[in-house]
């Protein structure tokens, strides 16, 4: 199965910060992957797939780069209502695998 | 109005079984491919099975190969998730997700897009 390492696994951070988010993959997984915030008590909502395509709705704030093996997520300004953890997910092939995620706290 | 609405939960003996449903509504069921996640307490989320819209194409994850069954009744709008022989690290709540994909030269990108609320399934003596 593919491994996805995900870092940092918690941070601290202020309103207005510029965040990134980084995933690994074990292996080349080309640019299937997609980013996920999770709030506690929530289901997840979806941000970003195919690595940097911005799921309608979302705030232009988060982006996605990256390909191959590496990628990132990036909150320009960090804003109140993005403390959450995020989540990394692969497609490319089964097993799908999650990073283990990063929860993004306030400083 | 996408809903997808997860039941069957609750408290059951290792060893045990349980079978989890969710109802789709607010789009065309049959013509999804579907997905289940799942959550232990505390802990992130975990990809568990996929099903093709017809219902005859199934992947799962390791940890619940040949004991977990996902099905699915298009008549009737419902995705299932069998669960057999379970372990108190099956804890955990379960949530049911519709793949959408983006056709792209290589293939498909998939994503979730929408996801149930969840229900929270024990496992313990």
């Known amino acids: 199965a593919i491994q996805m390492t995900q870092f940092p696994s918690h941070l601290s951070a202020s309103v207005g910060d510029r965040v990134t988010i980084t995933c690994r993959a074990s292996?080349?997984?080309?640019?299937?992957l997609g980013w996920y915030q999770q709030k506690p008590g929530k289901a997840p909502n979806l941000l970003i797939y195919?690595?940097?395509r911005l799921q309608s709705g979302v705030s232009s704030r988060f982006s996605g780069s990256g390909s191959g093996t590496d990628f990132t997520l990036t909150i320009s300004s960090l804003q109140p209502d993005d403390f959450a953890t995020y989540y990394c997910?692969?497609?490319?092939?089964?097993?799908?695998?999650f990073g283990q995620g990063t929860r993004v706290e306030v400083q | 109005e996408v809903q997808l609405v997860e039941s069957g939960g609750g408290l059951v003996q290792p060893g045990g079984s349980l079978r989890l449903s969710c109802a789709a509504s607010?789009?065309?069921?049959?013509?999804?491919?579907m997905n289940w996640v799942r959550q232990a307490p505390g802990e992130g989320l975990v990809w568990v099975s996929r099903?093709?819209?017809?219902?005859?194409?199934?992947a799962y994850a390791d940890s619940v190969k040949g004991r977990f069954t996902t099905s699915r009744d298009n008549a009737q709008n419902t995705l299932y998730l069998q669960m057999t022989s379970l372990r108190a690290e099956d804890t955990a709540v379960y949530y049911c997700?519709?793949?959408?994909?983006?056709?792209?030269?290589?293939?498909?990108?998939?994503?979730?897009?929408?996801w149930g609320l969840g229900t929270l399934v024990t496992v313990s003596a």
């Open positions: 997700a519709r793949d959408d994909s983006l056709a792209y030269s290589g293939g498909y990108y998939t994503y979730f897009s929408y």
């Open positions: 607010g789009f065309s069921f049959s013509t999804y491919w």
């Open positions: 099903i093709s819209s017809d219902g005859t194409t199934t």
């Open positions: 292996q080349d997984i080309r640019n299937d």
């Open positions: 195919a690595t940097s």
């Open positions: 997910l692969q497609d490319y092939n089964y097993p799908w695998t």
